[in-house]
């Protein structure tokens, strides 16, 4: 066997609904380019066009900006497209095909009890056939590449159970196939925005990743920091400020000292002062990002070349899964 079919695969997903923020970067994005850089890994990243529009089917008109940009901020983050297979879900076929195969051994009960389901059909009225089938999708973007590992945030967990018990129920229908793909439950907290909210693209609370400084200074600026403290000289609660939790990761000049400061109320150190080298800090930090993507962007036929390349290797391995599955279920001539 070649070594690198012994790498474990690794699969990763996010939807192409809006510009990534810090939020996508520390609880996701960051992990994967050093997932990749470990080089431990046969890495498959997929920007899942055809989840978008499970609830942004209305807003068609923004889908291949975001997804020019989310190719972008993968690769100016890091994300090596020569290491890392970059490519958009539906330029790979086999994923529908195998999501219609799945529809047919999954129960109704299982997809209706899924957390997420549940929250977006109250919240937002989803109510669609395809909303509902959600994570079957989600489970044939994974074992699609028989995947080992899916790096996910704990919101993802309950997807990932029910890929579990869907690969169960394939096997004991029709044999064995997959592995069965197993979360790698990233570490990370969840980010405040500026309202102290998670930050989120549906909350408008969100600095993205290719803010330049004007809007950093202004989000940043206009940021909740703690709010039972009013005057300079009140103690404040820095472990909760979302202006503090940003400086411990992205001012360089933050030290434990100046939080302490902060909780005993000396008058040395104001939240303006505070936001003003958080700023300061993140248009340094994300500057070589910011020139990157950039570049990427004024040039979409790169970005498309680099997509196109992802497709057909994703498509190789997609079509090798889909020749056995078709075989296991005992469909008329596999390989026709
Ligand atoms: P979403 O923006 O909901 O599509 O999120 C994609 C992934 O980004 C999630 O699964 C999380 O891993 C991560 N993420 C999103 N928002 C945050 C946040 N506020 N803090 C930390 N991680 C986040
Ligand atoms: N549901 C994931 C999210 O909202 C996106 C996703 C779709 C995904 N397919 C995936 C994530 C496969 C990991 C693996 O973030």
Redesign the pocket.
């Known amino acids: 066997m070649s070594k690198k079919s012994e790498k474990k695969v690794l699969l990763s997903g ?2 192409p ?2 510009a ?10 960051r992990n994967w380019v050093e997932l990749q850089n470990t080089g431990d890994y046969e890495m498959f990243n997929c920007i899942v066009d055809w989840h978008a529009l499970t609830s942004g089917f209305d807003e068609t008109d923004k889908l291949v900006p975001r997804i020019y940009e989310m190719a972008a901020d993968y690769i100016a983050a890091g994300l090596d497209p020569a290491k890392t297979t970059i490519f958009v879900q539906s330029h790979v076929k086999e994923h529908a095909e195998l999501h219609l195969l799945l529809s047919m051994i999954v129960p109704i009960p299982w997809l209706e009890r899924v957390p997420s389901y549940k929250d977006k059909t109250e919240s937002l009225g989803l109510d669609s056939y395809g909303f509902l089938g959600y994570p079957i999708l989600q489970t044939a973007d994974i074992i699609i590449y028989r995947a080992d590992v899916v790096p ?5 967990l309950s997807h990932l159970e029910l890929a579990r018990e869907i690969v169960r129920r394939f096997h004991f229908l029709y044999g064995e196939v997959f592995p069965e793909p197993e979360a790698l439950v ?1 570490k ?6 500026t309202d102290g909210k ?5 909350y408008g609370n ?1 600095i993205a990743l290719g803010d330049g400084p004007d809007e950093i200074k202004k989000k940043v600026m206009s940021m909740f920091t703690d709010e039972t403290k009013i005057h300079k000289t009140d103690r404040g609660h820095p472990d909760k400020c979302p202006v503090n939790i940003y400086r411990t990761i992205y001012d360089p000049e933050w030290t434990q000292k100046i939080a302490d400061f902060c909780a005993a109320g000396d008058d040395s150190i104001g939240c303006v002062k505070c936001k003003k080298n958080l700023i300061r800090g993140l248009v340094d930090y994300f500057a070589d990002f910011r020139a990157r993507r950039e570049e990427l962007l004024a040039d979409p036929a790169q970005i498309d070349n680099y997509l196109k390349d992802g497709a057909e290797r994703a498509r190789q391995r997609a079509s090798e899964t889909m020749v056995l599955v078709r075989k296991a279920i005992k469909m008329y001539k596999p390989e026709m």
């Open positions: 996010m939807q609904s809006g990534l923020h810090l939020g996508n970067y520390e609880g996701a994005l996910v945030g704990k919101d993802q990233t990370f907290q969840i980010l405040p925005g998670k930050m989120s693209k549906s969100f």
